[in-house]
């Protein structure tokens, strides 16, 4: 019996299945209880992922996004008794297109009485320096928090340098504000841009960094920074929910992972290789960004993002729509080479509104 997968998934890396090993060193990790602090593999990978971003301390948790609010939690002062909704006392300022501001905006509002203000973005993703600087003045006398995000999500995947994130996290110190890093594709961003994880990261207050992307655990972020606020942060762990328990066994496949970025690189070489496969299609306009990652995103003459997503998957080819008529390819370990001409011919099937199924080669690498 076949049991290769009949589409070729491209609609995020966080689609990437445990391999063996991973699978191994789950079933071989030697487990304690998290909620005590005595999970011997959750310890180590926290010490890796502090090592890694170069912070004093990190802390494992289930999602990015529950990572991202317990940031923005540990950093805001504490609500008053009793909590004053909807009147926001704190101010997280960030890009109108992040992850954060699209998708995270009403937990923290809920959780934490946090007000979000979303700034116009730059080509590259990074906040536009006047807007930014707008809403930093705006927010004088609250506190403020700030969200950087790299790499950007819908702004093409592009990988931010070092320069770009200490420019815009001194302008926030001005202010008094605390910098954040979404990091959920850091790692990434390191390989595009030849440096270090510390590096991307050394700007930032706090940083999240997720292992179930493109490093493919199946689940899990780590929140690094300060010795005392890793410590805050696990109180509202605790709070949220979201202390695990023999949380070693998906630990276990987070050290699997970390070990795994330099292979990102691959990646992206498939990626660029996909995005000029699809700029040969008629009609097609692939983004360019200024340093490539795993994303490549495209529109395509007289289709809006929804009709396109449609054709593509009537052949074999889920992807998944954004703003602006672009559909959006995320590249994983999951891909190989032989990939690219099934999508370029699906793309040029959806121009001509053909339908035939696309029977792609194996997905695994």
Not at 80 to 100: C, F, K, Q, S, Y
Not at 142 to 164: K, P
């Amino acid at each position: 019996m076949n049991d290769q997968p009949l589409f070729l998934d491209f609609r995020s890396d966080t689609r990437t299945r445990p391999d063996a090993e991973m699978r191994a060193a789950m079933a071989q990790a030697e487990v304690g209880d998290d909620a005590y602090g005595d999970d011997p593999t959750v310890l180590e990978l926290e010490a890796e992922g502090a090592r890694l971003t170069g912070k004093q301390a990190a802390l494992f948790l289930p999602s990015s996004t529950m990572a991202n609010l317990v940031a923005v939690l540990a950093a805001a002062p504490d609500p008053p008794d009793p909590p004053v909704v909807p009147a926001a006392h704190t101010r997280l300022v960030t890009g109108e297109d992040t992850h954060i501001a699209r998708f995270e905006s009403v937990a923290m509002r809920r959780f934490g009485g946090v007000r979000l203000v979303g700034v116009a973005q730059c080509d590259d993703g990074s906040p536009e320096p006047a807007a930014f600087t707008r809403a930093l003045d705006d927010g004088r006398g609250q506190q403020l928090i700030v969200s950087l995000e790299n790499t950007c999500m819908l702004q093409t995947g592009n990988a931010l340098d070092a320069a770009t994130t200490w420019s815009l996290a001194a302008l926030a110190r001005r202010y008094g504000a605390h910098v954040h890093l979404d990091g959920a594709r850091l790692a990434n961003a390191a390989v595009a841009r030849q440096v270090s994880v510390q590096t991307l990261a050394a700007a930032a207050d706090s940083v999240t960094f997720c292992l179930a992307k493109g490093l493919g655990a199946p689940v899990g972020s780590l929140l690094c920074g300060s010795a005392a606020f890793v410590d805050r942060s696990r109180e509202l762990r605790l709070q949220l929910g979201g202390t695990m328990h023999q949380a070693g066994v998906v630990a276990a496949a987070g050290l699997v992972a970390l070990r795994r970025v330099p292979r990102l690189a691959d990646d992206h070489a498939l990626a660029a290789a996909l995005a000029a496969g699809l700029a040969s299609v008629r009609g097609a306009d692939v983004d360019m960004p200024p340093r490539r990652t795993n994303i490549v995103t495209v529109r395509l003459a007289g289709l809006d993002a929804t009709e396109l997503r449609r054709r593509l998957a009537a052949q074999g080819v889920l992807v998944l729509p954004l703003d602006h008529g672009r559909v959006r390819f995320v590249v994983h370990r999951e891909h190989e080479a032989a990939a690219v001409p099934h999508v370029v011919h699906a793309l040029a099937g959806a121009r001509t509104g053909s339908a035939s199924v696309v029977q792609p080669a194996s997905s695994s690498r």
